[in-house]
């Protein structure tokens, strides 16, 4: 009998939730002699920092965009972490079983480390060795040090070079936020910039494999596994414009729930975070707050797992009577008591809340008497209602980062009642998606007349940069010259500032911040 099958008892394995037999602790390991190419092509990576803690990732993948460049059997994997990089003193190890059932990855929680430190980390298997990689950990909650981090979006593989993430590396910042869109998983086009030929994910495999095209590129494994990432999804981990148990083309729900369970597992497997493993159809609880330093209260949301079904057709339109219905929600009711009380009971300087959508008001037609974008925040009137209700009773100025635009946009928040400036909404522009971009949305002096929130755009590829201070947050809009060819330029095409009375300001500077020939 098939001793994987031999049910004798239930033991849990150790940091995924999954309840595995007594009798797989008797499983024959993979023997790393029998490994002969590098398992550790897939880099390795760090996420969700705490002042003394972290979580690691790696994945044992000698081949990766083979499913059986590993054997079916698990395999044993050492973890280590100084804060040396030589690894000589002050040194912690363990070791973690990579299942073949999780395509071999290993992601282990770390703690009981120094807060507000560097740290150097690898893997072993057999006399295998992963690169080394980097990390600092979370400053003390009451550290007021300044935090510098970096948020990203909406990574096409087939659109262009990925130059921002070689950039973020090259700012040395605390942490990145990934406001989602990691992957797409639409089929190759052989008319993008670098198609890759595969087709359109639909099954767990189809999944594993568009995570290992993206992962194999160089900027981007070299920037996770110098940096610690804190991560959230948007639509194309899964399939365009999902929403809750649904996809845009009305597939019925037992049929799409097959490939969002699959888009879920594979995104659990390839992210370096510090969330359980869900069973299979179940719930990613990917909602966390995190505290870094005196000055952070990072608030993580997902606004696609909970939502209801896009109304109007799911287009830019008028906002029509089924949009306007009180019963539909853009978080569920858990995560939104989740916010509600996590932004009360915050103790940093700043809230910043990141998402996947922008979550303010964008009216695209000032004749008509509200056109909007079903897919965001606008197209849920009542949940967005609520959003900023909550935002605006915790007194605190708050700033929200997402992606999605495939633009950079500024906006200033003021609570609707009384005209109060309380903080700054923000949107991060693509890293390649959509091309090399322009200047400006062609509609922008359009999205202006009829949105007087609406304060700064650009169209660039590129990403935002983020100081945190203790009387201030300071915003530097960072644009690439091209995404399409190796030669290109680096710039700070705005520079924004959030201060403790709530007021944002921005003003262009289109500064050269370096060349890459």
Not at 64 to 71: F, G, Q, T, V
Not at 263 to 270: F, L, P, R, V
Not at 281 to 307: C, M, N, P, W
Not at 398 to 412: L, N, R, S
Request: proline residues 5%; hydrophobic residues 35%.
């Amino acid at each position: 009998m098939n001793r994987r099958r031999f049910i004798i008892g239930s033991a849990m394995l150790a940091g995924t939730g999954i309840m595995l037999p007594v009798s797989a602790a008797q499983l024959e390991r993979v023997k790393p002699e029998h490994i002969t190419e590098n398992p550790f092509s897939l880099g390795v990576a760090s996420g969700d920092p705490s002042a003394d803690g972290i979580s690691l990732w790696t994945q044992l993948a000698p081949d990766p965009m083979n499913r059986h460049s590993m054997p079916g059997k698990p395999a044993e994997v050492i973890w280590e972490v100084s804060s040396r990089h030589d690894f000589t003193t002050d040194r912690q190890s363990g070791t973690e079983t990579a299942w073949p059932e999780l395509a071999h990855t290993v992601k282990p929680r770390i703690r009981g480390l120094k807060a507000g430190a560097e740290y150097f980390y690898r893997f072993r298997f057999g006399n295998h060795e992963s690169r080394t990689g980097r990390f600092r950990t979370a400053p003390d909650k009451n550290d007021k040090r300044p935090v510098r981090f970096a948020v990203v979006s909406c990574n096409r593989y087939e659109d262009g070079w990925f130059h921002a993430f070689r950039h973020v590396l090259q700012d040395d910042v605390d942490f990145v936020f990934h406001a989602g869109d990691y992957i797409y998983e639409k089929a190759s086009r052989a008319d993008r910039m670098r198609p890759h030929g595969e087709p359109e994910c639909f099954s767990l495999d189809d999944y594993r494999r568009r995570y290992a095209l993206y992962r194999l590129d160089p900027d981007l494994q070299d920037l996770h596994a110098n940096t610690a990432f804190i991560s959230t999804w948007d639509d194309h981990e899964v399939a365009g414009n999902w929403a809750g148990r649904a996809d845009k083309w009305d597939t019925p729900d037992r049929v799409f729930a097959w490939r969002r369970s699959a888009a879920i597992q594979a995104y659990w497997e390839a992210m370096p975070f510090n969330i359980p493993q869900p069973l299979p159809g179940g719930e990613l609880k990917l909602y966390r707050s995190l505290q870094y330093g005196a000055h952070i209260d990072f608030l993580v949301l997902d606004t696609r797992q909970y939502r209801s079904d896009q109304a109007c057709g799911d287009t830019t339109t008028l906002l029509c009577d089924g949009a306007r219905s009180t019963s539909r929600t853009m978080l569920g009711s858990r995560q939104t008591d989740w916010l509600r009380q996590t932004l009360n009971e915050g103790k940093a300087t700043w809230p910043i809340i990141g998402q996947q959508v922008p979550s303010f008001l964008m009216d695209y037609d000032p004749e008509e008497p509200l056109t909007v974008s079903m897919d965001k925040w606008d197209g849920y009137p009542a949940a967005q209602r609520e959003y900023e209700k909550i935002l605006n009773d915790s007194g605190r100025v708050c700033m929200t980062v997402a992606g999605d635009a495939h633009q950079h946009i500024a906006a200033q928040r003021r609570e609707a009642a009384t005209g109060q400036n309380v903080g700054a909404d923000l949107v991060t522009t693509s890293v390649t998606s959509g091309g090399n971009g322009q200047e400006r949305d062609s509609a922008w002096g359009v999205l202006q007349a009829s949105n007087a929130n609406l304060q700064y755009n650009s169209r660039r590829r590129g990403y935002l940069l983020i100081n945190a201070q203790e009387n201030q947050l300071d915003v530097e809009f960072r644009t690439l010259s091209n995404i399409t060819e190796k030669a290109h330029q680096l710039f700070c095409a705005a520079e924004g500032t959030l201060t403790r009375d709530g007021r944002f300001s921005v003003h262009e500077v289109n500064r050269l911040i370096r060349e890459h020939v």
